[in-house]
């Protein structure tokens, strides 16, 4: 069985420009979730999806937000960027909702330049 | 919301001695307490979880245990091997969703 995959695996981005992240779950998981990994905060929740719908959102700006397809892949988008969001941004699959394990991609490695 | 903390941030032990991370959280509504283990370079490992309705759980040389009343829970890994050393987190969740909230890592060394 494969394991969440995460595309791509490094990014260099230009302050102001966008950049979208891609995450497919395990197959038969329904639930992603996203984090945002940095030095300084640590491990950051910044959303959740389940059946196409986001269930969940952290602290972070509107610039961040994300997305889930019918077959249950999905992106994330931040516009606008900033040298603040250069982190490593992890996506977690869940089979469902609350109840089950989260088991995590390996990342995608954003630098903002 | 929730907050977990962690301690402590750096540990250092020798070969084959026993290691002890705390976390204590804030919510009481938490009821699943995971543990991740991540190597440099790597994705976070689920290693061992604990929920609210169970005290003790353990899988070989890794142990953890869950004080509801205190809001605490520690990870406990015994005969300490050098593969052993990588950064722990400690997480909790609450309610109906798959919101994580973690601890700020710990950096385990197990020396030769």
């Known amino acids: 069985k494969a394991g969440v995959t995460q595309t791509p695996r490094y990014l260099i981005k230009t302050r102001g420009q966008q950049v979208t992240l891609s995450c497919s779950p395990i197959s038969g998981h329904r639930s992603v979730s996203w984090y945002q990994q940095t030095p300084g905060q640590g491990l950051q929740f910044l959303f959740e999806y389940f059946s196409e719908t986001q269930r969940n959102k952290g602290n972070f700006p509107g610039r961040f937000s994300g997305r889930q397809f019918s077959n249950s892949r999905s992106e994330m988008n931040v516009s606008t960027l900033e040298l603040g969001d250069s982190a490593l941004y992890l996506c977690?699959?869940?089979?469902?909702?609350?109840?089950?394990?989260?088991?995590f991609g390996q990342g995608t490695r954003l630098t903002v330049v | 919301g929730e907050n977990v903390e962690q301690h402590p941030s750096t540990l250092s032990v020798q070969e084959g001695d026993s290691a002890v991370i705390k976390c204590t959280y804030s919510?009481?509504?938490?009821?699943?307490f995971p543990w991740y283990k991540q190597e440099l370079g790597k994705r976070p490992q689920l290693i061992i979880d604990?929920?609210?309705?169970?005290g003790e759980k353990k899988d070989q040389r890794i142990a953890v245990t869950l004080n509801k009343t205190a809001k605490h829970f520690s990870l406990h890994i015994t005969e300490t091997q050098p593969e052993d050393s990588a950064v722990y987190f400690c997480?909790?969740?609450?309610?109906?969703?798959?919101?994580?909230?973690f601890g700020t890592g710990t950096q385990l060394k197990v020396e030769l």
């Open positions: 919510d009481s509504a938490s009821n699943y």
């Open positions: 604990i929920r609210s309705n169970v």
């Open positions: 997480a909790a969740r609450a309610g109906g969703g798959n919101k994580l909230t």
């Open positions: 977690a699959s869940s089979l469902d909702p609350g109840n089950t394990e989260a088991f």
